[in-house]
């Protein structure tokens, strides 16, 4: 369960949610950030302690108990489209991210259909294999990631005297609700549990140390995300930047690796994580769209070809995205998404509310 | 005592009559009359098969030596080898495979005098270690069995036979440990032999492809193996083990990934030499799988990754190649195996010869002719190497396939392509299970059993 709040926070690292952040930086961000971080774990708290009464149920399985119809596949259909968006903004993200600095020759199509064919596969596995992957490839990439992070940050180039200057703010009164939506982004990990507390037998605890933990896990990511940055490229200028964070990256050397520039390592291990962060999203994606739409037309040897209908379908629509988008669009919708994070939220617990009403729990 | 030929005997009862007939009046099936007196006994039994010497001194000895039929009756009942009377084809089953009948005043007694010619262990040749058993299972399976109760003397370790439909009739035996085991694994692989429908199994190697859970698989979900150090291992650990008889493998059932990488002697070395020896198994499958679409990422695609002087040797190295580079790659790649499946079949002293001829001579000249970089000549023998550090070679084998899909892969995708794909490598494991048990998954809880055989 951590597994996946934790690689949402740090997926987030490359998306757009930097970026918004820095933009932002005149408008009180410390405070949206200190906001973020309390409701973020309280959200977390909320979704575990619901989800705890129906153990052993995914999402789909108690709204078809203990909802009608009307109600249960509209709402559905906007959480598997949500789930859709997240995972696309990451691939788009990602793939714009990889053209402009590892390799501007290939073409950004080819970069996402690599995506597409391994995510497809990726996605048709059993839910608890996805479980497996994401734990086996998360703890294979953590060590690099901590050892990236402590590079950079004792780095000789990183002024702190920057991030002074952005801690100064902090007495500004908070006018930026994009900023804290897209800071309580990062916790939005939490909210996989709509499928995958199918394979949570008995309780997940949450008390006060997983709660501690989360915060402080939280606390680190968000400080790293928003001043490292900063630190490197300086207080004014890094609103100008479009990844503030692989800018950041490429100021740092490594004197006697074999790769010199630490960005391409940083690329690489960020390619793994916005992999898993795609994977998981998708795949619950996929499942609730399975849950709801079964066309029996659509068999071939007695194989029900719906999933795979769907599969294509996403692959088809992030193709599409991708040579249609620009940074500046990406960014833009990116801000939107993040903004209607509280509506999903209480799309979210209101129906469990419903059902945990007409459960009698 | 005299001994006459079954069709000269006018009162040789019924059904020793008819199993005649049903063997097909077979050169080898004797029936046997005994007879003392106004005592009478009748033997028959397939003469290639039963051990004579045994049957003289257990069968036909005490006959004349017994007072009465009464006695003689108890005394076969009291036989250490009697089994269960058996009926119909069952029963000439077990005539084929070296079991006595005989008959005393009616009654119908089967003792089972196999004549077992390859019962002697061998040496351990799959996996040779230098410390822990040399000798390795026998193609008889009641020397096994007998080999691994005194290896794992626990009472709940428990025996079960199976028999098998094929023409073959061979025994099988599952062997687990009624405490540890779980018990949806057992019912699975059980269902699973109960299954099978195929004519002929000749080994348990044989076996091991049937049980495999799907028909095109890659990755091994099964074990095979010869020492009985493992087997006694993953019985403790509360797996199922699988024996069949007239082989000298045994199958382990259900493995994990972490299983094919350990090796027996990792047992009995002390924790860090096995800590290092761990590391440098996961590092060598890592370069196995990795390094050939790694050379095609960083050559072809992505050149600036590494620092300004590595790049400049290795394209300096590439400078007169007419090709690009996963021609090149793929070239000394199928070399290699060529060379690797070459000196597996031949024997000792003509394999040194092609070794040479194919490692050292062709390695200089394709250098020399341009045909690939110096820097592919050592990343093709680091490969080489580094695909025998995996202990168990089925495993191996699968890495050795598993790296051609990763090195089309990367040509196609490119640097993501070599990071996607080997991702999608880790799903697909993931995603495989043996018998109900997750093929690759971190167990926290138990870290002694994870550690595996």
């Known amino acids: 369960m951590y597994y996946l709040i934790f690689v949402t926070m740090v997926a987030n690292i490359i998306a757009s949610v930097p970026r918004i952040l820095v933009i932002e930086s005149n408008k009180g961000v410390i405070f949206s950030m200190i906001a973020a971080l309390v409701v973020g774990v309280v959200l977390t708290y909320i979704v575990i302690h619901l989800f705890n009464k129906f153990s052993g149920q ?23 489209v949500s789930w859709f968006i997240a995972g696309a903004i990451t691939l788009v993200t990602y793939v714009f991210l990889f053209t402009t600095f590892v390799s501007f020759e290939t073409s950004m199509v080819l970069t996402t259909l690599a995506f597409v064919v391994i995510v497809s596969f990726g996605m048709l596995m059993k839910s608890e294999s996805v479980l497996h992957t994401v734990e086996i490839v998360f703890l294979l990439l953590l060590l690099v990631i901590i050892f990236l992070f402590v590079k950079i940050m004792t780095d000789e180039n990183l002024n702190w005297d920057f991030v002074q200057v952005a801690m100064m703010n902090i007495g500004t009164t908070p006018k930026s609700y994009m900023s804290f939506s897209a800071a309580s982004y990062l916790f939005i990990g939490v909210v996989n549990i709509v499928i995958f507390n199918s394979f949570f037998k008995g309780k997940l605890k949450f008390g006060l140390k997983q709660a ?3 915060g402080t896990v939280g606390a680190l990511v968000l400080f790293i995300t928003y001043f490292i940055p900063i630190g490197f490229n300086g207080f004014e200028q890094i609103e100008h930047l479009n990844f503030p964070w692989v800018s950041t990256a490429d100021s740092v050397r490594m004197k006697y690796g074999v790769i010199e520039r630490v960005v391409f390592i940083f690329i690489i291990i960020f390619l793994g994580i916005s992999f898993l962060s795609l994977l998981v999203h998708w795949h619950v994606s996929l499942k609730l769209l399975e849950s709801i739409f079964q066309f029996n037309k659509l068999k071939w040897k007695n194989k029900n070809l719906s999933s795979y209908f769907f599969v294509f379908l996403f692959g088809a629509v992030s193709t599409f995205l991708v040579t249609r988008i620009n940074e500046f669009e990406l960014f833009k919708y990116a801000s939107i998404f993040y903004n209607t994070l509280p509506i999903f939220y209480f799309i979210l617990f209101l129906s469990l509310f419903v059902a945990k009403r007409r459960a009698k729990l | 005592m005299f001994i006459l030929c079954a069709n ?18 077979s050169e080898d099936v004797l029936t046997i009359p005994l007879q003392l007196g106004n005592n009478n006994a009748f033997v028959l039994y397939l003469k290639t098969v039963v051990d004579g010497i045994k049957l003289q001194n257990i069968i036909i000895k005490p006959f004349f030596e017994l007072k009465s039929m009464d ?45 077992i010619t390859a019962n002697s262990p061998q040496q351990a040749l799959m996996e040779p270690t230098i410390y822990g058993p040399q000798l390795a299972l026998s193609e008889s399976i009641e020397t096994n069995l007998n080999m691994i109760r005194n290896r794992y003397a626990e009472p709940s370790l428990t025996i079960e036979n199976v028999q098998f439909i094929d023409k073959t009739h061979q025994t099988i035996a599952l062997l687990y440990d009624k405490k ?41 979900s099964i074990i095979l193996t010869d020492r009985p150090d493992r087997i006694t291992y993953n019985l ?30 990792d047992n009995y070395h002390s924790y860090w030499i096995t800590f290092f020896t761990l590391i440098l198994r996961y590092a060598g499958l890592l370069t196995c799988i990795l390094l050939p679409a790694m050379y095609v990422a960083v050559t072809s695609y992505t050149p600036d990754i590494f620092r300004v002087e590595l790049a400049l040797s290795v394209a300096a190295s590439r400078l007169g190649v007419p090709y690009p580079s996963f021609i090149e790659v793929l070239f000394m790649l199928l070399f290699m195996e060529f060379l690797i499946e070459s000196s597996i079949r031949l024997p000792k002293a003509i394999s040194a010869t092609a070794t040479t001829v194919g490692g050292l001579i062709l390695g200089t000249a394709a250098t020399e002719a341009a045909l690939t970089s110096n820097i592919m000549i050592i990343i093709v023998s680091a490969v080489a190497i580094t695909s025998f550090v995996i202990p168990i070679s089925e495993m191996s084998f699968a890495i050795r396939i598993c790296r ?3 090195l089309a892969f990367t040509t196609l995708f490119g640097t993501v392509g070599l990071m996607l794909g080997f991702l999608g490598i880790i799903m697909f494991l993931t995603n495989k299970d043996s018998f109900g048990e997750p093929f690759l998954k971190i167990n926290w809880k138990s870290s002694k059993r994870e550690k595996e055989v």
């Open chain 2, 180 to 220: 540890k085991v779980k018990q949806s694994v057992l019912d699975a692989v059980r269902k699973k032999i109960e299954e099978l429908d195929k004519t002929l199994v000749e080994s348990s190697g044989d076996l091991q492809l049937l049980l495999n859970s799907t028909k095109y698989s890659l990755f091994p």
């Open chain 1, 212 to 214: 501690t933990v989360i």
């Open chain 2, 404 to 406: 051609y899909l990763l």
């Open chain 2, 8 to 25: 000269e005997k006018p009162n040789t009862p019924e059904l020793m009559k008819e199993i005649f007939e049903k063997l097909n009046r």
């Open chain 2, 71 to 115: 006695y003689f009756s108890s005394y076969i009942q009291s036989l250490p080898d009697i089994v269960k009377m058996k009926t119909g084809e069952e029963l000439l089953i077990q005539l084929t495979k070296g079991h006595v009948l005989i008959s005393i005043q009616d009654q119908f007694f089967l003792v089972d005098i196999k004549m």
């Open chain 1, 58 to 80: 995914s999402l789909p399985d108690i709204l078809k108990k203990y909802s009608s119809k009307w109600f249960y596949v509209p709402v559905i259909i906007y959480f598997a």
């Open chain 2, 236 to 265: 403790a650990n509360g797996k199922v083990v699988i024996m069949m008889d007239g082989s000298p493998q045994a199958i382990v059932a259900p493995v994990i990934f972490f299983d094919f990488m350990v090796s027996m002697e």
